[in-house]
């Protein structure tokens, strides 16, 4: 096998570089950050003992976490605009996917957070006569938050690497980027690789950050 | 918080016609019990017959499925019709102090701060006064040393203490006592139930579960035997330990003594 690598070609085109790696990191914290408030909201109502309110919220989480995140993004992009009957624009609809991906990944990993404070502290919390709401702000919240930091964490490492699924409905990320390049170039090899490493750059330091936060022993 | 004072001997606490049902099967069965203002009523029995889930009837963390029960001035009937609001019974625990088998300090919070939160964020308490408050309790119990260590450095003894110095520090009308030694190491058993003793030296009412029959006979005002949900026999520490009347506790206390 004779293939002579050149990664010369991976720098032909900075300023498409540029402007993916600014919609990659665009879509990852806005989307990261959406799906953060409303897995928030979802595991509050889920925890929550309305049972008419949590049992649709359950099957958004089940359904979500239970179906490739490709063909959620290929839903909303062309699916939604049919079924509703509304143009929404292609980066909200796009957005829309990896948000409620990230929501429903959230929503789990804050119910079982709150979920996994041992009885008793809601048991003292209320025999010293707090409140509902006390009891999660003073005592099963600072505990639970601890907990659910690391999962949170892997979860963004995840929704940043999964932004590049964006690519398949023409958003120009880093991933959308490469691949004009390669159909321009022929040159696969060299671009993968070199977009294993943009990703590895930007990723390595928050899989630091949460192995970090999992050997904090304050607790 | 603390109502009218009353009167030295006054009942305290008055239980009547208590039941607690889960599905069909009935933990406890109709039981009464008077405990007048600073005495110690025992509760011993079997495991499983009913006592804890009694005990925790009281300041309502389980839901009394019937009967009625006053706390000082606080009057309370259970059953149909018969529904408090979550802030009415925050109020009514808030004057309940309930001390754990298994301790459940705030495992994020010091010693002091453990001792320190219910005065402060349940009953607004300033925090100087509620430091000084919670300074004084934790050296009553023997632990002004350890103030400022989290519950995972102290040792069972010193965690049940600092339980009790944060149950205390709301000023209960009761404690409620949940076999608090029963969790401990031996040798850890002898300075909680000191902490204990000194209690009802100072006049504390309590209603403590147990199964420490020679530190009953010792400090107890008053001791009931419950078995299978029922109060069978109470009376004097004396009368119940020395000159048990039913089958089932003398049964229960030969098998105390083997």
Known sequence: MEYSWDFSI????PGNWARGFAVTMVYAVATTVAGLVLGLVCGM???SRHTILASPIHGYVQFFRSTPLLIQIVWFYYALPVVIGLNIPAWLAAGLGLTL?????????????????DKGQWQAARALG???????RRIILPQATRRMVPPFVNQSVLQLKNTSLLSVVAVPDLMYTGTLLVSETFRPLEIYTALAVFYFIILYPLQRLAKLLEQRDDV | MMS???AADAVMVEVKDLTKSYGNVEAVKGVSLLVRRGEAQFVIGPSGCGKSTFLRCINLLEEPSSGSMRVGETAIEFGRGHRMSAREQARFRSNVGMVFQQFHLFPHMTALQNVMEGPVTVKRVARAQARHQAEALLAKVGLADKRDVYPRHLSGGQAQRVAIARALAMQPRVMLLDEVTSALDPELVGEVLEVIRQLTFEGMTMI?????MAFAREVAARVVFMDA?????????EELLDRPRNPRLQ?????FRN
Request: no cysteine; hydrophobic share 55%.
């Open chain 2, 4 to 6: 009218e004072p009353l």
């Open chain 1, 130 to 136: 707090m409140m509902p709401v006390q009891m999660m």
């Open chain 1, 45 to 47: 109502v889920m925890l």
């Open chain 1, 10 to 13: 991976v720098f032909l085109r």
């Open chain 2, 251 to 255: 049964s229960f206390l030969r098998r």
């Open chain 2, 229 to 237: 949900g029922l109060i069978l026999e109470e009376g004097s520490a």
């Open chain 2, 208 to 212: 403590v579960v147990t199964h420490e």
């Open chain 1, 101 to 117: 991906y990230m929501g429903a990944f959230s929503a789990e990993i804050f119910r079982a957070g709150i979920m996994s404070i």
